[in-house]
């Protein structure tokens, strides 16, 4: 997601630091504000703790044909971007210039240099991403442990793994089915309109939808069709950002009780943007990541596996995702495939 | 977070209980409501602050979503004699109940009697239709609180200083809307400077009209300070203009009346009222709210189809809001 106020843009970084440090002295009581992790009061790690050997080895019979679909979207300048942040790309090519070759081979090389915010294109939410006031996942005082370039608690390299199974459910086949699918003509295949809520009812009529019945530790993403508009870029660039389908927040709460380790969408918060409740911001991140440790995958490309399943019946699959241990970072932009 | 609209939902549930509608039998059952809205017409501007009809019916659209009602939209266009007549097509469809949003009063006597003739309740907004309860704005509470915080503004900040009050906007529009906010910009601010002289600079309904009105009257005024009661944020805007152009910025502050999008943003779409612009001249706006009358207004309407009776008047709780507060009242979710 892309918030004001914790972005990772640098003139609103100052401002988080002068916002989150300065109150360093009159700190929320985060045992009040923020759920206790499951996992023990020293764990950063979040939900990726339930990645255990049996749930890898369990997922690994995902892989039936050995086919691979992507759930990323290409990362390149003219994406929908939130605002003022940038990913853009510099290529190191000095080496290629006659004479600047190395060695009696010519050896030549190329590089880039990223001038990028990390919560861009497909992305992970880690465990810093997103508090109450400086209360974090597990209780973080967090205003304790953020320095000018990172976090000193709760940075991406205390994930674990991903090697797990991956569901999808599709949201506009349900709405399709329950007849509550509104047409919207900046979607140039079905989509879900912005605003529209997603709840835990819905969910499981998805997972109905292909007989799956969630496990300890799966990955959920949902596709809500909003994806199209990305896909549409940059003409359609303001309109997804305006707003977008998502789930509500008794959705997330449902989806926590079931322990999955993330929960992923074809949007760029997951969760139904204008929310449920005027005042209150983002509660669905607030419910995955800072009180239940599940990450938050956004702008996933969601449609391809959702064709697949419905050609195959088959909305599981073995995820294939990597997360760099880019130390005290709050999130980075990720590559995703479905095996099956 | 601000706990009103917590409190609020919290006392609304609580009454729901009360009068034996609990979750269960909510949801059992949904309403039909319909919204018959004042004026759709693009461009078209509510209450003399920078709201559209379409801004008042998303919110309708949005805050049903997670309530047991089905809502049919009809829009007055600002005409009486189309507000009858979508009264009577509510009552052709048979609604539960009619949210009334006209401002003539002949045609809301008129619709009140048909509603009555068919058994339908009704909830008015803004303007009374006879015998329904009424949801709107508090006018004068909204300018007492701009003028208090114009007073206390002047009172800390130049103690001992020569100060003068400015009201600008539509002053010269006959609505009683406009003269409570006036009435209670100048109770507030008095409130603190009782001997405080008040200037009127009238836009005749043209907000960029305060940039000149307030340019001309700055180069009369040069040695007083100056306390700035805008009745609409786009006047505040041309306001705030008119005084950065004659380098009066340490001699003025706005306080303006509304909220509306003309000066507060989002998380990228900066405007005025921001956090990150807290030396602005524009110290605040009064919030009215009316982008977000869905969520008072229906569990007002589920009172009183669930038989409770409500007040006859029931007013938006507003609220002075600054670059200190505005990302509490609004969450910018807004990405563009």
Known sequence: MRIAGLAASVGISALSLL??????????????????????????????????????????????????????????????LFGTRFSKTILSSFAITPGAEYGNNKLSYMEDTYLSQSHVGTHIDGMGHIGIQDCYYNQTPMGKYVTQNYLKRLGLENIKTFATRGVIIDAVKVFQ??????????????????GSLI?????Q???????????????????????????????????????????????ALWLASQKVVLVGADTWAVEVIPGEREDIAFPVHKTLITDNGIHIIENVRTDLISDVAAKTGRATFFLSMTVPKAVGTTG?????EAIQ | MTSRPVLRRRAFLAALLACGVGPSRAEARHFRIALANVDETPGVTLEGLGFT????RRSFELAARTLPVDM??????????????????????????????????????????????????????????PGAPLYGPDNRVAGRIAGRALGDFARETWPDEQVLGVLIGDLAEPSAAISDRVQGITEGVHESLPSLKLASLDTGGQPVRADALLTKFLQTQRGERLLIASLDDLAAVYAKNAIEMNRRQSDCIIVSQGLDPNIHGGAS??????????????????????????????????????????PPRTATQHKLVTAANVFREYPPFDMN
């Not at chain 1, 709840?199 to 969910?203: H, K, R, V």
């Open chain 1, 177 to 194: 089915a329950a007849g509550k699918l509104k047409a919207n003509p900046a979607c140039k295949t079905p989509c879900l309109d912005a």
């Open chain 2, 53 to 56: 009809g379409s801004d008042l």
């Open chain 2, 72 to 129: 049919l939209y009809f829009d007055n266009a600002g005409d009486p004699g189309r507000a009858v007549a979508n009264a009577e097509a509510a009552i052709a469809a048979k609604v539960d109940l009619l949210i009334e949003y006209n401002a003539d009063a002949e045609a809301n006597a008129e619709i009140a009697r048909r509603l009555a003739a068919a058994a339908i309740p009704a909830l008015a907004l803004v303007d009374p239709l």
């Open chain 1, 332 to 336: 980075t932009f990720v590559n995703i």
């Open chain 1, 199 to 203: 709840t835990e009812a819905d969910l």
């Open chain 2, 269 to 310: 779409e900066k405007k005025e009222i921001d956090p990150n612009n807290r030396g602005s001249v524009v110290l605040g706006s009064v919030a009215y709210y009316m982008d977000r009358y869905g969520y008072d207004v229906l569990p007002l309407a589920l009172r009183l189809l669930a038989g409770e009776k409500l």
């Open chain 1, 205 to 251: 009529a998805g997972l109905k939808m292909y007989n799956v019945t969630l496990r300890e530790a799966d990955a959920v993403f949902i596709n809500t069709g909003w994806g199209d508009l990305f896909k549409q870029w940059p003409a359609q660039n303001a309109t997804y950002n305006k707003g977008e389908p998502g789930i509500s927040e008794s959705a």
């Open chain 1, 19 to 80: 916002v989150l440090s300065a109150p360093a002295s009159a700190q929320a009581d985060c045992k009040a504000v923020v759920q206790p992790s499951p996992f023990g009061p020293d764990d950063q790690t979040g939900a990726t703790n339930r990645v255990t050997p049996a749930v890898t080895k369990a997922a690994a019979a995902e892989i039936q044909t050995g086919v691979v679909t992507s759930m990323a979207n290409p990362l390149v300048d003219g994406i929908p």
